[in-house]
């Protein structure tokens, strides 16, 4: 549905989109992710129509984006990064302003609105002027905004940001919901975002593409190391050394140790289970193990290791 | 034509739903009143030609006023980046701001109609030059005003906006004030140029095409430098 290929934008000197290619299919939750500055923003402005790439070309639904910029605009919802809103204008006024350029037929206006007001919760501030409301309202008008004409692509940056937690939930669940038909791009640095609403993601960083895959796929791609959290309760101070000795630890970090309290973190090669191996050593040496869990590299160790430099 | 349309309310509306109208209209006309009354009667002649003569004085600060807003503060709030990926036309954008900002004007120009009442009922108030006068007057408006526009897009500060499009109608105005410090050959070009000498001869109640074909040509030349300006996030 949309196509990227060899897209390239500078900013006179500055590179801020090196050379991407993605393609994203009808029905993809695609997050996009990155730390601040690497280029998300600017990817958006380009598939929106908003810029002109310096390189490479982008086609949605076969359509090159800068001929039939308005035909493709019109298949667009997008929510801006900071979520910019007329101040002056009440919800229902602004949210007729847009019907009215996105092209909804004038008979159809009315029912849009009330639909979207609906999923957007937007029933008790519907006449009050956007400048009063509160941030979380704000971002809902946004969202409003970039769906009143049911577009095919949904391209979102940071649609979550200033909510409260119970907003969150509910966002993403429309997100997915809407995802069910639709495309979403959304972009976010909130890993757990990605986690909870995409089921693709592209990592990018200073520009170039990093990553690129189902989420299940990059954690298992890019594997570090298994984490096993420890906490034992044991009166000599050598554990650590003993921990150590078991075959394929990797590295084993004491985090505190108060009295005869002890926690450690042990760092384990992947694929390697040693939660029953650290049992049976506890059992021999008489430790009282308060504390035994594995963590597996989660995106986060993911996002890590592919953006720092 | 429906997104200038859809723009055009609305712009006017938050023009009228905020005290931008309200204070424009007014201290507009407290200036034109003043300039209108202060010698009506001491020449005792029914005309409103003092008054027409000295409103386009009060246009050059005046009219930058209202536009400086229209695209700056978009440019500011971000708005901006969702009017131009709507389906909308950069041109469209611009048009719809500047018919919006003329109708205000326009409305601000009807107002001082009293003035040709009151000369009128006084005296035998004088058809041509005040029709002239006030064809010119919208004339003028709408080319001060599009400069105006084109002064907002070039800068996401309403103040910069401001002085800019002050500087360049200023710069207009005082064309044909300067042509003494001129060579003979540059006077009748400068003179062309100038907007208060088209105003000048509209006033006297001669309406004449060359002139309306002045205002119009350079108000669409501002408005599509406008658009340029606007496009130029694509350069």
Redesign the interface.
């Known amino acids: 549905m949309i196509d990227v290929k060899n897209l390239s934008k500078s900013y006179g000197e500055t590179l801020a989109v090196d050379n991407i290619s993605f393609e994203v299919q009808k029905g993809e939750i695609l997050g996009f992710l990155g730390p601040n500055g690497a280029g998300k923003t600017t990817t958006m ?1 380009i598939l ?5 790439p310096t390189s490479g070309d982008v086609t949605i639904d076969g359509l090159p984006i800068w001929q039939d910029s ?2 493709i ?2 298949k ?1 919802g ?1 929510l ?1 990064e ?1 979520n ?6 009440s919800v229902l ?1 602004y949210l007729r ?2 019907a ?4 909804i037929p004038k008979e159809s206006v009315k029912s849009r609105i009330k639909y979207i007001v609906e999923v957007c919760g937007l029933k008790e501030v519907i006449t009050r002027i956007i400048g009063e409301l509160s941030k979380g309202y704000r971002q809902r008008v946004g969202l409003a ?1 970039a769906m009143i004409h049911d577009p095919q692509i949904l391209i979102l940056d940071e649609p979550t940001s200033g909510l409260d937690p119970n907003q969150i939930v509910e966002i993403r669940n429309l997100i997915r919901e809407l995802g069910k038909e639709k495309t979403v791009i959304l972009s976010t640095h909130i890993l757990s975002e990605v986690q909870a609403t995409c089921n693709r993601a592209i990592i990018v960083n200073e520009g170039e593409i990093v990553a690129d895959g189902a989420l299940a796929d990059l954690q298992s791609t890019f594997h570090g190391l298994d984490k096993i959290n420890l906490e034992i309760k044991a009166p000599e101070n050598g554990c650590a050394e003993k921990l150590r000795a078991i075959d394929y630890v990797k590295q084993v970090t004491e985090k505190e140790a108060a009295d005869e309290l002890h926690q450690y973190v042990v760092e384990v090669e992947k694929g390697h289970d040693l939660r029953e191996q650290i049992f049976d050593l506890s059992v021999r040496e008489g430790w009282k193990l308060l504390e035994l869990h594995q963590e597996s590299t989660s995106l986060e160790d993911v996002f890590r290791q592919l953006t720092r430099g | 034509m429906r997104n200038i349309c859809s723009i055009y309310k609305k712009e006017l509306n938050s023009y009228f739903n905020s005290p931008v109208a309200y204070i424009v209209i007014t201290v507009f006309l407290l200036f034109s009143g003043w300039f209108f009354s202060s010698n009506f009667f001491l020449m005792g002649q029914a005309t409103v030609r003092t008054a027409l003569t000295v409103i386009p004085l009060i246009f050059i600060f005046f009219v930058p006023a209202i536009t400086m807003r229209s695209i700056a503060e978009e440019k500011k709030s971000g708005t901006i980046e969702l009017l131009v990926t709507m389906p909308t036309r950069d041109m469209d954008i611009i048009l719809g701001k500047f018919f919006a900002a003329l109708t205000l004007l326009i409305i601000a120009i009807l107002f001082t109609l009293g003035y040709v009442i009151t000369a009128g009922l006084l005296g035998n108030l004088d058809g041509g030059p005040t029709f002239g006068g006030y064809l010119g007057l919208i004339l003028l408006g709408s080319t001060y005003l599009a400069i105006g526009i084109f002064a907002s897009s070039t800068t996401e500060n309403q103040i910069v906006a401001f002085i800019i499009g002050f500087a360049i109608i200023f710069v207009f105005f005082m064309l044909d004030k300067v042509l003494i410090f001129m060579p003979t050959s540059m006077v009748s070009i400068l003179e062309y140029l100038s907007t208060d000498y088209h105003f000048n001869s509209l006033a006297r109640g001669v309406i004449d095409t060359r002139d309306i074909i002045y205002y119009l040509s350079l108000t669409a030349f501002a408005l599509v430098l406008a658009g340029r300006s606007l496009e130029s996030r694509k350069w």
């Open positions: 402005k929106t129509c908003f810029m002109p308005l035909e605009r019109q667009i997008y801006p900071q910019p809103l007329y101040h002056d204008m006024d302003f847009v009215e350029l996105r092209r905004q």
